[in-house]
């Protein structure tokens, strides 16, 4: 069975700073790991995924992720924040194509400072 | 292209009443699902149709019921309200792996 942890449910970066947030998985197979965005009061959007391809990917609004086989990680980061990026984060692993397997992190909640 | 609908937006009920969540999706896509999401927690996934015509349990289906009534819309139905049914409901849509949420519902029950 695979889940998801991640690690700080807060975390506060002052703007133009580094944005790091932590996600480790375990599964049982090769994974499929996915990072989405949650705006207040809005649904989720799909950041980026990794899905057994090159292990740095990049996705939206300047986010990438690194998928570490080794750490069992797969951590998000940025390198300058900025206050739009003020949202929750959400980890989650799947160990197919599919979503019906779909597991999600708690989530981590990303203030920035001016 | 408006993505993936949902209605209401908002609903309180009081325990034991019924109701229906609607979602539609205008992206063609042959997948739907539907998560809730509680604080401090991950959506989970409740249930989902991976084409028109099927629908399968997710992790938490007790206490709700689906249709999939064509392509674009699926709904999901509470018969009996309980107060642990107090979420936020989201419906999303994709070829593999959800990329379009809808904006959600929140209900409360009472």
């Known amino acids: 069975a695979q889940s998801v942890t991640q690690l700080g449910s807060h975390v506060s970066v002052s703007e133009g700073a580094l944005v790091l947030l932590r996600c480790n998985y375990s599964?049982?197979?090769?994974?499929?790991l996915f990072w989405y965005v949650q705006y207040p009061n809005q649904g989720l959007q799909l950041l980026l995924k990794?899905?057994?391809?090159?292990?740095l990917v990049k996705g939206i609004n300047g986010f990438e992720a690194e998928f570490k086989k080794s750490e069992t990680s797969f951590h998000l980061t940025k390198p300058s924040a900025h206050m739009s990026d003020a949202a929750e984060y959400f980890c989650?692993?799947?160990?197919?194509?599919?979503?019906?397997?779909?597991?999600f992190g708690t989530g981590t909640r990303l203030t920035v400072i001016p | 292209n408006a993505g993936v609908t949902q209605t209401p937006k908002f609903q309180v009920l009081k325990t034991g009443q019924s109701m229906t969540l609607q979602c539609a999706q205008d992206?063609?896509?042959?997948?739907m699902y539907w998560y809730r999401q509680d604080p401090g927690m991950g959506l989970r996934l409740i249930y989902y149709?991976?084409?028109?015509?099927?629908?399968d349990k997710g992790e938490v289906p007790n206490g709700y019921n689906v249709s999939r009534l064509n392509k674009r819309e699926f709904s999901l139905r509470l018969e009996s309200a309980a107060p642990s049914q107090t979420s936020v409901y989201f419906c999303?849509?994709?070829?593999?792996?959800?990329?379009?949420f809808g904006p959600g519902t929140r209900l409360t029950v009472t």
């Open positions: 999303a849509s994709s070829e593999g792996a959800p990329s379009n």
């Open positions: 599964s049982s197979v090769p994974p499929y």
């Open positions: 992206m063609n896509h042959n997948s």
């Open positions: 149709s991976a084409s028109e015509g099927t629908t």
């Open positions: 990794y899905t057994s391809a090159a292990t």
């Open positions: 989650a692993v799947s160990e197919g194509t599919g979503a019906n397997n779909l597991f």
